[in-house]
Structure formats: structure tokens, C-alpha cells
């Protein structure tokens, strides 16, 4: 079948039942990758909007960092949105993207909590969808610093199916440099990467429909996401890879890396290496025998399919400690329910402060010290409130 009417006819499926997607990244509103993935998912007739960050926000994770400015210090990306405008607003030429100065897990909370309440004909996506990344998502390290991972996790939290997607091509390229047709003669690698994600979201999509009865109407049961990597489309130079297949894969396994802290000596400063252990490869849970999905990225034009949730909590299972609570938590770590809580102090839980003695000629020295563990115990009881602020310097300090 050609691609085109395999395309028409996945639009004619779904445009019986479009689904409302919110789509973000953390390369920026602007960029061709998320330009690309909207038009092919607006294509197959669901209503879309996207959410995303007036410049380029990669590395940040799930870290909140709203704008701390309601104007725009600088030029978006690419010149879209002039310096002086609000910190949020749409795209002057499509009211359904916005752009907000913001990380991309704030995209995700301001699109929720006021874009689609207040801008759209809805105020809970069915479906969010991130990305595609420039450069690829592979491995526990990146899942915990990508900023599209992070605005996905945030998106599953707030009880919404979300799936990221990555691609190998790195360079951040402008929505209108898009090319109709490359040097090749074939589509531009964001048309086929955003061609690419909406097959596979439509695919998801079309599961969930068929099995509504368990599936609850929702694209993935709460709390459960998708990782998709998508080699180097070729399409610059030649067809060599243009329709990789997806296959499944899991996060860990072969060839998974993380970071080491490597020192230049002829700068003083630090910089980062790729480092593999055993410790980023370890299967807990999910299924072993999958390979790893840089295994799969390794192994040709294939993009790998990661499915994973947002439980951390340690799994009992065959593949790990038939009771790891047990096995694993020392006899100081109770029940919440048992009749006599031992303090975390344990045994010896005297918290009698300094007698004066050590320091020296106080007259008040016992005052002094119960006075001082006194303090203690507001901060103690202030430790969230103290987190927030911390969160909001370090901000703010991020934004300057
Ligand atoms: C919301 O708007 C979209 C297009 O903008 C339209 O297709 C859809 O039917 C609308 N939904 C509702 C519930 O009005
Ligand atoms: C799917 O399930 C949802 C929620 O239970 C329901 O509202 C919807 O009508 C169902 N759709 C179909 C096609 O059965
Ligand atoms: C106490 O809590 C544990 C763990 O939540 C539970 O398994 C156990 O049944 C509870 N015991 C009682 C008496 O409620
Ligand atoms: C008990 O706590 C006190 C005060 O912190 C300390 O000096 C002492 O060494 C502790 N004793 C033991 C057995 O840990
Ligand atoms: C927390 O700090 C605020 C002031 O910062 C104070 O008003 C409040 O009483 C404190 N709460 C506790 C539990 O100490």
C-alpha cells in the first residue's frame, strides 16, 4: 500500500472519533520536529494543541521553573515571539500554539490548569504527546534528565496517558525550514518522524478503542507511559532508512549508560562522559529478555517501543525479591499500623542537649541548647514550606 493512502485511510478511522492531544517538547514551539508531529496527528483529525517553551528548555527534567518575568526578556526561538511580549501567548499564525517561557513540565501544568480550561473546547486530553526530541532519549540516565521524559511523567501523574518520542537527528531546525521535498526527492525526517509518532499514537489509540471494556476508553491505563526512539531518518541523503519498524524494547538492558565527571586540567573544569555499569543494565522489572532499547537503536533502522510506569516503588515479582519490603527494610523501618512505634533514634533516643560544661562559661548554657533544639523543631516542622522556597530561589536563579 502506498503511503499516502495508508495515511487516508488511518484519517478516515479516526476522524469518527477524534481525540483531544496536547502536544509539548522541550526543544521549543518552534521547532520543526513539533511542528511536524502536530500536523500529521491534526491530520488524522484529532483536535490538537500545543503547549511549549518559547526557546529551547533540554536537560530539565521534571523540574518546575515557571517564568519569572510576565514578559519575554529576549526573542523566542527563532524570532516567532519578539522580546517585550507576555511570557505566554500563541503563535501568530496558529491559535492552537502557545508558547509559554517555562521548563517543559510547567508546559504540561499551565496547559491543564489554564490554556485548554480557558483557550480550548476542553479542559483534559485524552492524549499527551512529546517531542519528537532532538537527539535520543535511551536508558534510565535520560529518562530522569530529558525534559520531553520529564513533561511525560508529569502528564501521567496528573492521570494522563502520555508517550515521548525521540529521534536521533540533533540538529534543532525552525517549523518553516521544513522541506517539502529533499535533495533525495523524499519527505523532510521531521515530516517522517511526526508521521511516524502519529502512527504509532493512532495505533494506540485504535487498541484502546477495540478493548474499551477494560481499557476504560483511556489510550494506557493510569500511571503508565511510552519511551519511543526513532533512529536517523535518512531522508537528507537516501531511502536507507525512512520507515524503521517499531519494536519493543525495555529501558534498561545492553549498552545503557550513564554519566562520569571528567576534569580538564587545561580549564579547571568539569565536563561529562558516557559510563556504563551494571547498575544502569540491572532488570528488575518488566520483561529481561527484551533488549535494551540502545540495543535496538544499535541494531539498524529499528525505533524502540519502551513501556513503563511512574510506580517506583520496589516490585515483588520473579524477576526480583519474592518480598523486598521484607528482605530489604531494616527491623527500624515499621508498619505504620503497629501499636508501638520505635523512633527513628532507636535505642538510645535521649536528645538531651549540652549541659553548659563544653560551653564553658554561659551561665545559660542549658537555656541556650533547649532554646536552639527548639529552632529544630519549627525547621523540622517547616521542611516543606523550606523545600518550596529552596524550589523557587533555585528557580528563579535558573532563569537569570
Ligand atoms: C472542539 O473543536 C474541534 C476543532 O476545533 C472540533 O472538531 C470538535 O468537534 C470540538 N469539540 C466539541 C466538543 O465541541
Ligand atoms: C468507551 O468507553 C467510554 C468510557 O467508558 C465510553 O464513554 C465510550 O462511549 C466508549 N466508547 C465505545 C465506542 O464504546
Ligand atoms: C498493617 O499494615 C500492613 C501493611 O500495610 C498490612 O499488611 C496488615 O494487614 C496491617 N495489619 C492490620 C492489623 O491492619
Ligand atoms: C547515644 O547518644 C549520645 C548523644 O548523642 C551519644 O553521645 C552516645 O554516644 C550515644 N550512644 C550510643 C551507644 O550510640
Ligand atoms: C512555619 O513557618 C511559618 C512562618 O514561616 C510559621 O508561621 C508557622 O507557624 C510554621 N509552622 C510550623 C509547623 O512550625
Redesign the pocket.
Given at each position: 500500500m502506498k503511503a499516502a493512502s495508508f495515511f487516508a485511510g488511518l484519517a478516515l478511522v479516526a476522524s469518527s472519533h477524534?481525540l483531544n492531544v496536547l502536544i509539548t517538547n522541550d526543544d521549543g514551539f518552534g521547532t520543526a520536529n513539533i511542528r511536524a508531529m502536530y500536523y500529521a496527528m491534526t491530520a488524522l483529525g484529532h483536535?490538537c494543541y500545543i503547549v511549549a517553551s518559547s526557546s529551547d528548555q533540554s536537560g530539565q527534567g521534571s523540574r518546575l521553573i515557571f517564568a519569572s518575568n510576565a514578559k519575554l526578556t529576549s526573542d523566542s526561538e527563532f524570532g516567532i515571539i519578539k522580546s517585550g511580549a507576555p511570557s505566554i501567548g500563541q503563535d501568530p499564525k496558529d491559535d492552537h500554539i502557545w508558547y509559554y517561557n517555562g521548563s517543559p513540565a510547567t508546559q504540561v501544568l499551565v496547559a491543564l490548569d489554564y490554556v485548554l480550561p480557558n483557550h480550548a473546547?476542553?479542559s483534559v486530553p485524552d492524549l499527551v504527546m512529546t517531542g519528537p526530541n532532538y537527539g535520543l532519549n535511551v536508558g534510565p540516565f535520560l529518562y530522569s534528565i530529558s525534559g520531553t521524559l520529564g513533561a511525560t511523567q508529569t502528564a501521567i501523574e496528573r492521570g494522563i496517558p502520555a508517550i515521548a518520542f525521540a529521534g536521533s537527528y540533533g540538529t534543532h531546525t525552525a517549523y518553516y525550514d521544513i522541506q517539502s521535498s529533499t535533495s533525495a526527492g523524499l519527505q523532510d525526517p521531521a515530516t517522517i518522524m511526526g508521521r511516524l509518532a502519529a502512527t504509532l499514537a493512532q495505533a494506540f489509540i485504535d487498541k484502546a478503542s477495540k478493548s474499551n471494556a477494560t481499557s476504560g476508553g483511556r489510550v494506557l491505563p493510569l500511571g503508565y507511559g511510552v519511551s519511543v526512539n526513532i533512529p536517523l531518518i535518512s531522508s537528507f541523503k537516501d531511502d536507507s532508512c525512512v520507515n524503521p519498524p517499531f519494536v519493543r524494547a525495555r529501558m534498561t538492558g545492553d549498552g545503557a549508560f550513564t554519566s562520569k565527571a571528567v576534569y580538564d586540567n587545561a580549564t579547571g573544569l568539569f565536563g561529562s562522559a558516557n559510563y556504563a555499569d551494571d547498575g544502569t543494565n540491572m532488570c528488575i522489572n518488566g520483561d529481561c529478555n527484551l533488549p535494551g532499547e540502545i540495543e535496538v537503536i544499535n541494531s539498524g533502522c529499528k525505533s524502540s517501543v519502551v513501556l513503563f510506569t511512574i510506580d517506583y516503588d520496589a516490585p515483588y515479582g520473579a524477576s526480583s525479591l519474592a518480598d523486598p519490603y521484607a528482605a530489604l527494610l531494616p527491623d527500624i523501618v515499621q508498619l505504620n499500623n503497629a501499636t508501638n512505634l520505635v523512633g527513628g533514634l532507636g535505642a538510645n533516643a535521649s536528645v538531651q542537649g549540652a549541659t553548659g560544661s563544653s560551653t564553658g562559661t554561659s551561665t545559660g548554657g542549658t537555656t541556650s541548647a533547649s532554646a536552639k533544639s527548639g529552632a529544630g523543631r519549627v525547621m523540622l516542622g517547616n521542611v516543606s514550606s523550606l523545600v518550596a522556597l529552596a524550589m523557587g530561589v533555585a528557580a528563579v536563579a535558573t532563569l537569570l
Open positions: 477524534g483536535n473546547n476542553f
